[in-house]
């Protein structure tokens, strides 16, 4: 008997929206502004399927206009659905394009579903012999299934595949019959859709009573067997359930029809896809498609697991070969259209000897601006030692200098570059300079003169894009430059060092790399006058660049004894804690599972009531917020907080910073990063030491672990005292505000006595607590409900405490709408120093997302601003540091702190020089106010 053939219908809509909320939190903009994540989420499961499953016949189904049907019956059907975010409405047009330049075809029906169409073609391929997969993530498809037609949920959050056949269906749903499907979901509704179902009737009831009558019908007939108020709400809405069981049914009868020969996968257009993938920037997923449609079998290594689809045949690496190769076997690639060192002019060349390094230097002190890159044997720059430099300062054209392996050979070499270095009137260009700055900084050699970072720049004028090199030579260039890879492999034991290079081969990359870098200057310069984004990148961005890499190098002393025994103390503690969790609920269970967790919390002991919030998987939501919540009045969850938090300190920082120590210094050196927050503030890494925490006595105690270099130091800290209040209150020009801070006042406790209508003296500790939420999150959008929740007042409190708070300060209410209103006509917010922060959807239709947009308008500044000053005043303070020869240091900037190792002759000098430059870095009009402190350790300096 012939094998059966299969085919696979894609649910388009289902399938974009999956896309969009994947990346929600990190979306997908390219170097237009536009938003690509729903087409990029698409694209994603539709090469997934292909690569996966290699089907026979593929077609994708769209709604168009929706349900006629169901909108006859009922009114209401999916009337509570909000806009559609503008990313989707962008995106469908040119998924229909991509999906038209790869020959597969679009099914859609004015007035039908995609639900409808996919099942009307699901069951004419089915008496076809044809075994029918439904890529979807929707369960309503359950219905249709069948042993022939599969609903095939698509991979999603490192979670594979899953295929639900009958078994699947009648295990899900714990019925006898797929097509009781149906009426379980007209029994329990559909909020999505807006299908009512049956009042009282939720999810657990709706199996019990299917187990119980087995379909809505036979229910509605036999209410006389039911009790209470179960009885009273089915039979007071029998009419309401045979409504609801007729929207959820799926139609098997629209008029379309399935033609074998029309939805078989056959060869795409290259060169459409080639331009649309172009245009989107989609530069990784033109290489999967690629991969995918023009490998050949020695080359197709893309498929690196095999898919089973009982009882379809296994797909092994094996099988793969090329899908759409044409006559004699010749393929026809998607280039990308992108230029590349094999089809560019240009002319790089190796420079070595003393005479050629000498002729090298002479010309390079003829510029006023060169782009310059290293290459290195690592990507740590406190080990990696230099293989070779390379320069370009014309198009086209660069020169490699390759470096000995010996140490001090190398040094040597280097030294000759010195003039060059040291030159303060040539501008020195490149990627990501502070790595290249630390680098030289190993050879003592300091880099001197303006900077140009292309890194930089670009983030400043699209803040929310990749800012990587291959990214912006595609994106601006539209060249793609020789990757990493292709040289020493991939990452893992078997990747090569840069000195196993060949040098020809280095010599090509290297100073390919330097002359794009040029290139990108000369396409970025310009760009950062049109945002108007110039004084920010020479007065603070650049500037900066020279202070981290300083306060990096420098690095800080650890406690790692101490941390070893606050690891054991700890470890006791959790012990203990765990201990007491396990007695009260009565059994041992793993905290550290969410599943298990919110069991015990929601069906043993009926924490929080009977509604407990459920994830998309079905399984009881457990994060911090609701926990938070719910431990205002259970001790039991405080401590699950608690232990929450002591594991999370002893895994991410008691144990782990004293493997972070550089053995080469015996120091913690975290890592900067300036352009990854959209808001302007500095990101730290390796290790992250902006999220130690400071409000609980454990989370504190880790920065006792940080210590002065030795015992003629001592740390100092310098603290920024409620500077965001303060910009605040200068930006919204709020004259109570503003009062308050000229006087010294404290502000909670005065805001707390205009709101309260107390004086000064009378205010409470929890009326200053209060006052004290609602002036850090008026501006953030706190509403009743999150103040309610932040505090122990009612929601009606809460409310009254906002309006009160408005009362008081009404300017301020007056400046968050003014900004809004900027920000939408502008389509961005901005801080005092000209850092914008683009706001793609503060005019979208969704009031969500809208919202969130809105939020941002007020915040961006506020944020972005106090990361402005604290900028400004570490270039100052490191200037003075380095011109007058301090001993002391600049080590750490977190948030809004600055810390110092100070040598401690130089105490009383450096205290008042730290205090000025940080109260001066901005005049507002409200004085900046410096806390500083001083330790043994940073706690105790803090």
Known sequence: MAEQKRLFLLDAYALIFRGYYAFIKNP????????????????NSLLDVIKREKPDHLAVAFDKGGSHVRSEMFAEYKSNRSETPEAILIAVPYIHRILEAMHIPIIELEGCEADDLIGTIAKQAEKENYQVFMVTPDKDFAQLVSENIFIYKPARLGNGIEIWGVPEVLERFEIERPEQVIDFLGMMGDAVDNIPGLPGVGEVTAKKLLKEFGSMENLLENTHQLKGKMKENIEANKELGLLSKQLATILCDCDVKFVAEDYELSKPDSAKVEALFQELEFRRLAEQFNSLFYSNPASYAAVETT???????????????????????????????????????????????????????????????????TETTGIDPLTAELVGMSFSWEKGKGFYVPFPDDFQQAK???????????????????????????????????????????????????????????????SYLNYSPKSIESLIGKKGKNQKSMR???????????????????????VFAPQL?????????????TPLVQVLASMEMEGVRLDTDFLKSLSGEMAEEIKILEAKIYEAAGEKFNLASPKQLGEILFDKLKIGGAKQKKTKTGQYATGEDILSYLALSSPFVQDILDWRQLVKLQNTYVEALPLQVCTKTGRVHTDYMQAVAATGRLSSNNPNLQNIPIRTERGRLIRKAFVPRDENYILLSADYSQIELRIIAALS???????????????????????????????????RSHAKTVNFGIVYGVSAFGLSNQTSLSRSESKDLIDAYYKTYPRLRQYINEQIDLARENGYAQTISGRRRYLKDINSQNIV???AAERNAVNA???????????????????????????SKMLLQVHDELVFDVHKDELDAIRPMIKSEMENAFTLAVPLEVEMGTGENWLSAH
């Open 28 to 43: 997908r903009i390219n170097s237009k502004g536009m938003d690509t994540s729903a087409i990029l989420g698409f694209m």
């Open 307 to 373: 898919t089973e689809l009982a009882p379809t045949k296994t797909i092994t690496k094996s099988d793969q070969f090329d899908l759409f190769s044409g006559p004699d076997g010749e393929t026809d690639y998607v280039k990308n259209n992108f230029n590349t060192l094999e089809n560019t002019e240009h002319f790089y060349q190796v420079v070595q000897g003393d005479m050629g390094v000498k002729i090298l230097v002479q010309n390079l002190l003829k510029q006023a601006a060169v782009s310059w890159d």
């Open 412 to 474: 040597a070499l280097a030294e000759k570059f010195l003039p060059f270095f040291e030159h303060e009137g040539i501008e020195k260009i490149g990627q990501n300079l502070k790595y290249d700055i630390k680098i030289m900084m190993n050879y003592g050699i300091a880099v001197k003169g303006k900077l140009f970072d292309t890194m930089l720049a670009h983030y400043l004028i699209n803040p929310d894009m990749r800012h990587n090199m291959d990214v912006l030579s595609e």
């Open 500 to 522: 196993d290079v060949d040098l020809e081969d280095i010599k090509e990359y290297a100073a390919e790399d330097a002359d794009v870098t040029w290139q990108l200057k000369e």
């Open 529 to 541: 006058d049109q945002t108007g984004t110039r004084k920010l990148f020479d007065d603070i961005e």
């Open 733 to 767: 020009g709020e004259p109570n505000m503003i009062e308050a801070f000229r006087n010294g006042e404290d502000i909670h406790r005065s805001t707390a006595a205009k709101v309260f209508n107390v004086s000064p003296e009378d205010v409470t500790r929890d009326q």
């Open 849 to 851: 997302v809208r919202q």
């Open 861 to 887: 500044p506020i944020q972005g601003s106090a990361a402005d000053i604290i900028k400004i005043a570490m270039i100052n303070i490191y200037k003075k540091l380095s011109s007058e020869n301090w001993k």
